[in-house]
C-alpha cells in the first residue's frame, strides 16, 4: 500500500515568507508525527497528534511553528516568518498505534527547506 | 529527559564483512523501545529493527541483529555479511512506553560506508 507522503519535496523561499509543508499518512493510521532534521541539531522532534486528542506540541521550537490535522488524516506544518536557521529537512511519521503499543513509525521522504 | 548517544559519527567495513554500530542511551524508565533506523541519500528513514525493553531476547532481522544489555543501557545493531546496499546513515532511537511525549529521542546517527 501507499507510504507516508509529503509534499513538497523541496522548497525554497526568501527569509521572512510563511510556508506550509504537507503530510499524507499511512491509511488508518492514528498517530502522526512531525520532525526536523537539521546538520547542527539531528532530528528533534516537533509535534504528535493522535486521534482526536489535542496535539503534543512540546518539540515546538518557536511560536512561529504550528501544525493542525484535519479529519484525522493530512497534517500541515506552518513556518511562519521563516529565518534562515529554519532550513532542514521536515520528516513526517505515522504509526497504526502510541508508543505503548509499540508499532513502529514509518516515515515518508520529508521536505528539504532552504531559508535564503 | 531521555537521550542517545551515538558515539561512531562514521564507520568503514569491507563487503561481505560484520560491522558493529555502537548506541548507548539514558533513561530512568524501565520501560521502552528501541529501535534502528537507516536513511540512504533518498531520506526516507526505514525501520532495521526493535528491541523491546522488558524482553531478554535480543531482536534479529535476517544479517541484521541486537545486543541489548538493559544493565549498561547499550543497544548495539551488527550487521552481518555487509552489502553495499546497506551504505547508509544509521539512528539509533529511543521511545517510551509510558506517558509523556510519544516521539523518538534519536541519537546523532553514524555514517556507515561498504567499501567493495
Known amino acids: 500500500g501507499a507510504g507516508v507522503s509529503q509534499s513538497p519535496s523541496n522548497k525554497v523561499t526568501e527569509k521572512g515568507k510563511d510556508v506550509e509543508l504537507r503530510c499524507d499518512p499511512i491509511s488508518g493510521h492514528t498517530a502522526l508525527y512531525w520532525y526536523r532534521q537539521s546538520l547542527g541539531q539531528g532530528l528533534e522532534f516537533l509535534i504528535y497528534f493522535q486521534g482526536n486528542s489535542a496535539p503534543d506540541k512540546s518539540g515546538l521550537p518557536s511560536d512561529r511553528f504550528s501544525a493542525e490535522r484535519t479529519g484525522g488524516s493530512v497534517s500541515t506544518l506552518t513556518i511562519q516568518r521563516t529565518q534562515q536557521e529554519d532550513s532542514a529537512v521536515y520528516l513526517c511519521a505515522s504509526s497504526a498505534g502510541t508508543g505503548r503499543s509499540g508499532q513502529p513509525q514509518h516515515f515518508g521522504d520529508g521536505t528539504r527547506l532552504s531559508i535564503l | 529527559a531521555q537521550t542517545v548517544t551515538q558515539s561512531q559519527p562514521e564507520m568503514s567495513v569491507q563487503e561481505a564483512e560484520t560491522v558493529t554500530l555502537s548506541c548507548t542511551y539514558d533513561t530512568s524508565e524501565s520501560d521502552y523501545y528501541l529501535f534502528w533506523y537507516k536513511q540512504p541519500p533518498s531520506r526516507q528513514m526505514i525501520l532495521v529493527i526493535r528491541?523491546?525493553?522488558?524482553?531478554?531476547q535480543n531482536a534479529t532481522e535476517n544479517r541484521f541483529s541486537v545486543n541489548f544489555q538493559k544493565a549498561a543501557k547499550s543497544f548495539s545493531l551488527k550487521i552481518s555479511d555487509s552489502q553495499l546496499g546497506d551504505a547508509a546513515m544509521y539512528f539509533c532511537a529511543y521511545r517510551s512506553k509510558g506517558g509523556g511525549a510519544d516521539g523518538l529521542t534519536f541519537g546523532k546517527g553514524t555514517h556507515l560506508i561498504i567499501q567493495p
Open positions: 528491541q523491546e525493553a522488558y524482553k531478554q
